[in-house]
Structure formats: structure tokens, C-alpha cells
């Protein structure tokens, strides 16, 4: 007979969400939690016991439910639900080895990461971001700096062998015609419209640069086997710009009153985004970006909660996902998803707390990339989420303004969601790269391939003030023990 033995200790070493406990056996004196469901790597399951609530938190009872070491597991409170997940294999580690950009800049991907269907396991793509920049003190005000103004945002194809990320081939991108302020078809990673986006400025700080209406500061990349392009996401905009293959710039989905302020004649800005996206956080706009296998939806993430109505919303947790179908790129749906609770952590602020990065399984299941701002052994949320849309609750149009439920969504706490019956996307663990050690700061591109192998890399930002003597960028390949998407 199996002695009734329950451990409460052992929520951090399961990483298990605040206020839900774990037990070796099925009994323990307190209320039985009615109406809990429970799920096992996205499937459901029944337990031969229920969890118990006592003192307000639920316990599960480990034996009734299975073994739980080697697994994650995420409690969803709006749901009243319990998600277990396996956790990965690390399979491979490798490091980009590449000459210097400039003396002090190193070279620089990661800032997004896919790969095609058809090509070989290890053969992805990839992009930086606008290019090396940085901040000086001019007067006592930051201001932001462009050491190489004439950068070339650009998609990168690489390979992964033999412990080193190989840089195969180069797209740069460009308009069809002669960019204003490189004078020819490359773009720059300039920001687009002054008074709006941050001033950009020379090296140190003195000489105001050119805005570029076609500039861009891409993030997310997404490919649409449907006609063979790719779409980015941009976080000036925030925008979302349709490109060929070979980098040349299509169109670009922008907020409503965008194309007023820019005059990008060789680029249409199509204003299918809604007006309240103009509120973004600079630097916090449009981070992720994904496209269903079949090519008819896309899906686009915010970094951060809109400044909706105001900057105090910085800490809010509510962020954005968008989807638009790809036939006329007018959006369908929004979500919302909610960012992990910054008191759960150490010295981290909620406005800290972003979105990085997205994987489209299929129209109901995504991977969002929730990550901090520190890196090392002061890193505490480096995960990669397995979200369900199934049943969360479109919001388009819907809490733009106060007029709905005398709220904006970027205002509403917990209870007002649940007041308003407005279900999030539902969450579970697929990896905390931290358990993993990880070691730097930005994980900014994932991809899946074949539903069971998940790849991380993180974006070096140049090496701008960087102490390392290498290019500090990694990709890292884990394996599922079971298949998304099947």
C-alpha cells in the first residue's frame, strides 16, 4: 500500500504558477476543487482525484493525475483549469562566428527566426533588427544614436552545423525604385516620421539624421508558402510589410492615418490596423508575426500593452494579437494575452515583461515568446508559451476607448476581464529556457519543425556596449516529446 505522503515544497522545482501546490498522493483534509479540468501536452485527461482547495490553493494530488517530475505545469484562472506539459531535450547549441560589421559592431541575426516548409531541418531564416544603435547623454537627455545610418535591414538564410550558425545568403531589402535618404534601393532602418518615432542622430549625438518613410525596424518574420513572400513586423509602425523573396518591398499594413504622415509612394500603406494601434510604446511596437500553414490568416503581436490611454498603461498586462485574413488583409479577430504577473519575479517591473516572438501551429494554436530584461543568472522568464485561441474572446473593436465598459482592455485588471467575460488565450509551458541557462538576453526568434522541434535564438544587438569578446549570438535546438499541431 502506498503511504499518503503530500509535498507542498515542491512548486518551484515544478514550475508551477503562484497558488497551486503538488501532492504525492490522492487525500489530504480539505474542500475538493469542483469543476477543474486538467490536460496532459495539450490533451485532456481525467483524474482519478480531484484537487483540494485549502487556504485558497489548489493542490493536486500527483499519483491520481501521473508522475509530474519532467513536466510543467500552468494554472489557468479564468478557465479553472490545470495544463501538464513534458518538458523539452536540449539537442543543440551554436553560435554565430562572423567579421565584425565595424570596429566595436558586431554582426548581427536573431531577431527573428522561421523555417520553410520543404527546406532541410537546419536551414532557416532569419533577420536583424533596424540596425546597430544606442543611446548617448547629450545635455542630460538620452538621445538615440545610428553609428552606421547607412545599415541595410536585410533577411538572412543560415545553417546550423557543426556547432556554428552558418550565413548562407543575404536579401537586403529595398523599394523598387531610389529610397530618399540612401539614394538608392536599399532601405535604411531610420525611423519614418518625426514627432512620432524617436529623432535619430549621429554617433555621438550632435547631427539630427533623415527620417526614412520606407525605413524599418523589422522584428518578426513569417513566410506565406501560398505565394512564396514573406511578411515582417515592424515595430515603428507598428506596421506589417509584405516582401518578395528577394527582399523588395510590397505593401505595408499600417494604423488607421499612418500613410498621411509619410509619403511612401513606392510602398502602398494599406490602413487595415486600427487607430488605436498609433498608441504603442515607442520602441514596443509590432514584435511578432506568424501565418497559418494554409495562407489564409495572419497573426501579429504587440510587444507590450498599448500606451491606451495613457503611458501609466506601460504596466499593464494585456497585449494585443491581431488576426487578419490574408485575402484581404482586413483584420477578424483580436485577442488578448496576458503577460506572466511581474510580483511573481525578483526586481522586475510589469513594463519589462514582453513579447518577443511567434509561431503559427495552426489558426487555434500559436508559441508566443514571453521573456525579461535580464539575461544570465539574474534571468527569471525566458518562456515559450503553447497558446489555445479556441475559445478566447474576440475583441475586435471592442475596448479600443472607455465607451464599452468605461475601460480601455490596457486598464482592466483580472476582475474587470472576468466581469466584461472576456477569455484571454490559455496558456502552457513548451520551455523555460531558463531551467535551461540560457544565457543572454534576448530571445527574439523561435521556430518549430515538424511539430516537434523547437529552435530559439536570441539577437545580440550588435555588440553595441557589449564586453564579450564573442558575437554573443546562439541558437539552440530542443526537442518535444510529443507533436504540435498533429
Do not use: C
Not at 10 to 36: K, Q
Not at 151 to 167: F, L, M, N, R, V
Amino acid at each position: 500500500m502506498i503511504k499518503k505522503k503530500w509535498m507542498v515544497t515542491a512548486t518551484a522545482a515544478l514550475t508551477l504558477t503562484a497558488g497551486i501546490g503538488i501532492a504525492s498522493a490522492a487525500a489530504l483534509s480539505g474542500t475538493p476543487a469542483e469543476g477543474i479540468t486538467y490536460s496532459n501536452n495539450g490533451d485532456s485527461i481525467t483524474p482519478s482525484s480531484s484537487a483540494v482547495n485549502i487556504d485558497g490553493h489548489l493542490y493536486m494530488p500527483v499519483r491520481a493525475l501521473g508522475e509530474t517530475t519532467g513536466k510543467y505545469v500552468d494554472w489557468d484562472d479564468f478557465r479553472r483549469s490545470v495544463a501538464m506539459t513534458d518538458k523539452p531535450q536540449l539537442t543543440g547549441k551554436y553560435s554565430l562566428k562572423a567579421a565584425d560589421l565595424a570596429q566595436g559592431i558586431k554582426m548581427g541575426v536573431g531577431s527573428s527566426l522561421t523555417h520553410l516548409p520543404g527546406d532541410p531541418d537546419n536551414v532557416f531564416y532569419s533577420t536583424a533588427d533596424r540596425g546597430p544603435n544606442g543611446q548617448v547623454d547629450v545635455n542630460g537627455k538620452l538621445v538615440r544614436t545610428f553609428p552606421l545610418a547607412g545599415y541595410t535591414p536585410s533577411i538572412y538564410k543560415i545553417k546550423i552545423a557543426d556547432g556554428e550558425i552558418q550565413i548562407l545568403d543575404q536579401f537586403p531589402l529595398h523599394v523598387n525604385g531610389v529610397d530618399p535618404v540612401s539614394g538608392k534601393a536599399n532601405i535604411t532602418g531610420l525611423p519614418n516620421i518625426k514627432g512620432r518615432d524617436e529623432a535619430p542622430f549621429d554617433t555621438k549625438g550632435e547631427k539630427e539624421l533623415s527620417y526614412d518613410p520606407y525605413g524599418l525596424d523589422i522584428e518578426g518574420l513569417a513566410y506565406n508558402a501560398k505565394d512564396d513572400t514573406f511578411w515582417i513586423s515592424d515595430e515603428y509602425g507598428p506596421s506589417i510589410v509584405h516582401v518578395k523573396r528577394d527582399g523588395t518591398l510590397i505593401e505595408r499594413i499600417v494604423p488607421s492615418g499612418w500613410a498621411s504622415q509619410a509619403q511612401s509612394t513606392l510602398v502602398p500603406a494599406r490602413e487595415t490596423l486600427p487607430a488605436v494601434y498609433n498608441k504603442l510604446r515607442q520602441n514596443r511596437g509590432a514584435e511578432a508575426v506568424g501565418i497559418t500553414p494554409d495562407g489564409k490568416y495572419m497573426f501579429m503581436a504587440m510587444q507590450n500593452a498599448l500606451r491606451n490611454p495613457n503611458k501609466d498603461m506601460d504596466n499593464s498586462r494585456q497585449v494585443r494579437i491581431i488576426k487578419f485574413d490574408l485575402s484581404t488583409l482586413k483584420p477578424v479577430a483580436e485577442f488578448v494575452y496576458q503577460l506572466e504577473d511581474a510580483t511573481q519575479f525578483k526586481d522586475l517591473v510589469q513594463g519589462d515583461i514582453v513579447v518577443s516572438d511567434m509561431v503559427v501551429v495552426n489558426e487555434n494554436t500559436l508559441l508566443i515568446d514571453e521573456r525579461d530584461k535580464f539575461s544570465g543568472d539574474n534571468a527569471q522568464l525566458k518562456r515559450i508559451y503553447a497558446i489555445n485561441l479556441s475559445d478566447a474572446t474576440n475583441i475586435l473593436g471592442k475596448y479600443d476607448d472607455e465607451k464599452t465598459a468605461g475601460k480601455t482592455l490596457e486598464q482592466m485588471t483580472i476582475g474587470d476581464l472576468k466581469a466584461n467575460n472576456i477569455l484571454p488565450a490559455s496558456k502552457r509551458t513548451v520551455l523555460d529556457a531558463v531551467e535551461f541557462k540560457f544565457p543572454y538576453e534576448k530571445i527574439e526568434g523561435v521556430s518549430l519543425i515538424n511539430g516537434n522541434t523547437l529552435a530559439i535564438v536570441n539577437d545580440n544587438d550588435f555588440g553595441v556596449d557589449s564586453k564579450l569578446a564573442t558575437n554573443g549570438t546562439e541558437l539552440w535546438t530542443f526537442k518535444l516529446p510529443y507533436t504540435l499541431g498533429k
